[in-house]
């Protein structure tokens, strides 16, 4: 395989979108690897775990259900997964997290929404990205999670940290409250999506009037725009 592309594990047991999504995948520009069930699933993962990057698993899966392979993933492994299932219940995608799932894509799914899932685990998760810089004055620094505005580090908190990481991942694009909400604080948060305006303003505040990077997008949420 090319070590310059990402290398995904697609476990899904239905033949037709099993295919649509390694061919979708392949022509993203990533290396696919696929299985049928849980038991090759297991197996695929481990004759190729130097090389893949990220696991797709559909959860419910002949030989093992999509669980199953995670736990066992989970005891040896902290590769990224993300599970794909028909069940959008709440104590569904409770137990996916409680698993160590990384996200949950509910059937039916658009290709696009999925490689953006992708995509956004991928830059968080991956060690060969040690800094991103932003219009010549924002770094971020993965290693040490640090951020640095030209070039002087400001001091954030942990969750303003994963907060103004995101946006980074995600930049360009148009964030709801409720999609950050579950990115940086998680699923099974209660807390009230205003709780987001006031990490956006304390950052707002650090990154100062000159960069104002995090746009307000009316009604909506936010965009990270440099």
């Excluded at 990533?30 to 990057?53: K, M």
């Excluded at 830059?123 to 932003?134: I, L, N, P, Q």
Aim: hydrophobic share 40%.
């Amino acid at each position: 395989m090319d070590n310059g592309k990402n290398v995904i594990l697609l476990a899904e047991d239905e033949s037709k979108l099993r295919t649509t999504v390694i061919e979708y995948l392949k022509l993203s520009g990533y290396e696919v690897l696929s299985a049928q069930n849980g038991r090759q699933a297991l197996e695929a993962f481990y004759d190729n775990n130097t090389i893949v990057d990220l696991v797709i698993l559909d959860v419910m899966m002949p030989e093992l259900n999509g669980y199953e392979v995670l736990d066992e993933l989970r005891i040896n492994s902290e590769v990224p997964v993300i599970m794909l299932t028909a069940k959008s219940g709440e104590e569904d995608q409770l137990c996916a997290f409680d698993k160590g799932s990384d996200d949950y894509i509910t059937k039916p799914f658009k290709l696009s929404l999925l490689k953006a899932h992708i995509n956004a685990i991928l830059k968080r998760t991956s060690s060969s990205v040690v800094s991103v810089k932003f219009g010549g004055a924002l770094k971020i620094v993965a290693e040490s999670q640090q951020v640095m505005l030209d070039n002087q580090i400001i001091q954030t908190t942990p969750k303003e940290y994963e907060l103004l990481s995101y946006f980074v991942d995600n930049a360009n694009m148009v964030l709801t409250r409720e999609q950050i909400l579950d990115a940086v604080w998680g699923y099974d948060y209660d807390g009230e999506v205003r709780t987001v305006d006031t990490i956006v303003k304390q950052l707002r505040a650090k990154l100062t009037d000159r960069y104002p990077y995090i746009k307000s997008i009316y009604g909506v949420g936010y965009r990270f725009e440099v």
